[in-house]
Every structure is written in C-alpha cells, then in structure tokens.
C-alpha cells in the first residue's frame, strides 16, 4: 500500500509517477482532473459550487452530517473532490478516528494535500477505486462522492463492489451523486445534452439514479436515501449487511 502523510512537499516528490490514468479519464476528464492546470482553474468554491447549482454547500452539509458529529472510526472517501469538502471533514473527525483518501491521480492527491494541515489522523494513497489495496472489511465508513457519475458502468460497478468489500459488517456507505430528477424539472432537458458532452458517463445516473449500480448481490441494505433539488441530485445511505 502506498501511504502519504499530508504534506505537500511529501507528496509532490511523487512527481508523475503513479498508477496509469484510466482511459475514460484521460479521454474525458483531462481538462477537469488530468491536465497540470485543471486544480488551478477547478479549486475554486464557487466554481464546484456552480457545478453543482448552487447545492454544494447543501450536499456536502448532508454528507458530512451523515458520518457523524464527531465522525467516529474510520473513515475512507475514494476519490479527491475539488472544494472544502475534505478539510471540513478532517475538522469533524474524533481523537482516535481517522481519513483515508484515495485518489488515480498523483496530483490531485497533492492539490488535496495542499488544503490540509498535517494531521497523523489523516492518509492519502494513489489507488484505484476500482481495485483498491485495503484490506476487507477495514472501514467503519466509506464515501463516495460525485465519483461514480465519472465512471463508465463497468468501473463503476468495481468502484462499487470494492467500496462493499473494504466496509465493515455494520458500516456505512455514503454516496452523493446525481440522480433521476423529477419529470417537470427543466434541467432535466437543459442539463441532459451539456453532459452527454462534458460528463458522458453522467447520463446513466440521471435516467436511472444510482440504485441499478448497487447489485442485490452485494451485501449492501439501503437505509435512508434523501434528493435534492428536485431530484436532481441524492444521497445514499447503505449498511453493509455482513
Ligand atoms: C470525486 S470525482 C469528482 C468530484 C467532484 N467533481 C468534485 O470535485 O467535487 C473526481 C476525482 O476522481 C478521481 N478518480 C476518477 N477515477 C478514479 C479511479 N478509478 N480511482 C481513483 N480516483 C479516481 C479523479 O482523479 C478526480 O480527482
């Protein structure tokens, strides 16, 4: 396992090594992610906020709301995400819980170092979502957020399964992410064709939400599920059931 404390200078010494960039991000999400001046134009609050119409504050309010005031155990959130979201979730985190943050690309890892004060609670790893290198059942909870909408179906099903697998009996898995919004919502027609060019994966999510990527077989028992926004967007709340 490749393992980083959250110190910037640590970090960028990973310089462009890392694990091979994801076809479909490379294809697709290169001036969002990949290219070296993406974090320059994308870490801005307002600019994640207006993204995401204004519900970023909303969205993230109610994720970190869900892991708990303190968040207690530990905690994994596959993925980087632009915005504030991580280093409010360091500020919630007790004594003796602790953040584990996967990212594919070494210099969105160091982006989310930069964000963060030094904190032993507190890892950054390069990995895979879709084959992550914990051990199973090695979470109390996980999250996952606006990830799964980037992901062709296949890495999103893997992302998924893995999330399943490195969760506890009893954790929680937290997605937010878009889903299928009410008929009379209009950005459900405005929104639809600028995805289908910017975020060509997205669409799956928005005709059918996120419950076709969480199989029956994985041993993941839905407890609460909340839309915003006209439905636009939701926020998933599983129990792995054993
Ligand atoms: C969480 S998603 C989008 C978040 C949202 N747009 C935001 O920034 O708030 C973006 C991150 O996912 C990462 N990512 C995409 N595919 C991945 C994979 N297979 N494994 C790990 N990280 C991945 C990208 O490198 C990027 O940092």
Excluded at 8 to 24: E, H, I, K, N
Excluded at 37 to 51: G, K, P, S, T
Aim: proline share 8%.
């Amino acid at each position: 396992m490749t393992q980083h404390q959250p110190n910037p200078s640590a970090l960028r010494s990973l310089g462009s090594r890392g694990l091979p960039v994801p076809a479909y991000l490379s294809a697709h999400y290169w001036w969002a992610y990949v290219h070296p001046n993406a974090v320059q134009v994308f870490e801005r609050q307002w600019l994640v906020n207006l993204i995401l119409w204004g519900n970023y504050p909303r969205l993230s309010t109610a994720a970190l709301g869900a892991l708990g005031s303190p968040i207690r155990g530990s905690v994994l959130q596959i993925a980087c995400a632009y915005g504030d979201i991580t280093p409010r979730m360091v500020g919630q985190l007790d004594a003796d819980a602790s953040l584990d943050v996967v990212d594919i690309l070494p210099v969105q890892l160091s982006n989310l170092a930069a964000k963060l004060e030094p904190d032993d609670r507190v890892h950054l790893h390069c990995m895979n979502s879709a084959a992550l290198k914990f051990d199973s059942a090695s979470f109390d909870q996980v999250v996952l957020f606006f990830l799964l909408h980037e992901q062709p179906a296949d890495v999103r099903l893997d992302t998924v399964r893995e999330a399943a697998r490195v969760l506890r009996p009893g954790g929680r898995l937290l997605i937010v992410d878009y889903s299928n919004p009410v008929w009379f919502h209009p950005l459900r027609y405005l929104w639809k064709p600028v995805l289908k060019v910017l975020e060509p994966f997205a669409r799956d999510l928005l005709d059918h939400g996120i419950d076709p990527w969480v199989p029956a077989a994985l041993p993941l028992a839905l407890k609460t599920q909340r839309r915003f926004f006209g439905g636009l967007y939701q926020m998933l709340s599983f129990e792995r059931s054993s």
